[in-house]
């Protein structure tokens, strides 16, 4: 099978899948990765210019390439401004977008446009933000098939999209992600950037609620700055991780954590209700300082139940979230695709 891959993301956790599958489809299959970098300088008009129709423009002649490159299958991941990639409606051969999320800042009103902007700019920003909104939608139906990482996805794409599909949980390398011999500090893990949106505030409010003589230090990373090795080390030595993220779509972190046997605090939002398991592998807990500070305190106070909760993640990570499990699902789709 001849595979077409294409994608324009970021680091991040959605970059990490993409290389995931790109190894292990490069282990049995002929790949060819097509990318494409959008504007990200210039004035505001001229990148929004550049990236809705030069990117356009630039997606067809991608898209004509794969069209004549005798490829079976067309594997898609999203455009960092479009999400779903101007690529899609000029494919004529058939194609598989895996959606890691949709287009947020259009559907969630934690990520609308700040209050305090001018007139004219909240104008603008809701006109390109229903362009980009629009974009989204065309493309993405264009699909012959949609795969996504979470049910919380499905259920966005079902009500955004009208589109059924098909769920694909992202994997964990469980000989990297695994519990080191470091001993415990008295430490929270927070693998996020410092941002209202992924819950640093609300991590931040909950510890002041805790007495000093047992308040763990709040130990934030950030991912790219470790090697999956150091992230590893840092889940090990914490007490818990905590993932604040609102509406999360997945959630690497989570099932990273569970790998290392290390519980998880997680907001009761998206993806985390997929992946953590309320008290069995850690916590799901209101979007309340008050109820995320409870369970802190109660795994300080309580190490073997912990230690149990630990051990319960690693095996709910081993049985439901490997990359081989992934692969089986992806796998499928494309052959299934390719042979028609």
């Not at 989204?136 to 499905?154: C, P």
């Not at 929270?188 to 763990?216: H, M, N």
């Amino acid at each position: 099978m001849n595979i077409a891959v294409f994608h324009n993301l970021p680091r991040g956790g959605a970059r990490r899948v993409v290389d995931h599958q790109l190894k292990l489809l490069g282990q049995k299959y002929r790949l060819k990765l097509f990318r494409l970098r959008p504007v990200l300088s210039g004035s505001r008009l001229a990148r929004d210019y550049a990236n809705f129709v030069s990117l356009n423009r630039s997606h067809q002649k991608i898209a004509a390439a794969i069209n004549r490159g005798g490829f079976d299958v067309c594997l898609l991941h999203p455009d960092q401004l479009t999400q779903a990639p101007f690529l899609l409606p000029y494919l004529t051969i058939p194609s598989v977008y895996y959606c890691h999320e949709l287009l947020r800042l259009a559907y969630e009103p934690e990520l609308a446009a700040p209050s305090h902007l001018p007139l004219a700019n909240k104008a603008y920003e809701a006109v390109t933000r229903k362009l980009r909104k629009t974009i989204d939608k065309a493309n993405a139906r264009a699909a012959k098939l949609i795969l996504v990482n979470s049910k919380a996805t499905q259920k966005n794409v079902k009500k955004a999209y009208q589109r059924s599909s098909t769920v694909c949980y992202p994997g964990v390398d469980g000989d990297v992600f695994r519990a080191g011999s470091v001993p415990k500090k008295n430490q929270l893990v927070f693998v996020a950037a410092k941002a209202k949106i992924t819950g640093f505030d609300l991590a931040k409010q909950a510890l002041a609620l805790i007495e000093k003589k047992i308040r763990p230090e709040l130990k934030v990373v950030d991912k790219f700055s470790l090697t999956d090795r150091g992230l590893a080390r840092a889940y090990s030595q914490s007490l818990a991780s905590l993932c604040l993220s609102a509406n999360e779509p997945f959630g690497l972190t989570a099932i990273e954590s569970m790998a290392c046997q290390t519980p998880v605090i997680a907001i009761d939002q998206g993806g985390y209700r997929e992946t953590v398991v309320d008290q069995k592998t850690g916590f799901l807990v209101k979007n309340s300082p008050q109820a995320l500070a409870e369970k802190i305190i109660y795994l300080i106070k309580n190490p073997r139940r912990a230690q149990a909760l630990g051990s319960a993640g690693r095996r709910r990570v081993e049985n439901n979230f490997t990359w081989d499990n992934h692969l089986a699902i992806l796998e499928q789709s494309l052959l299934k695709l390719a042979r028609k």
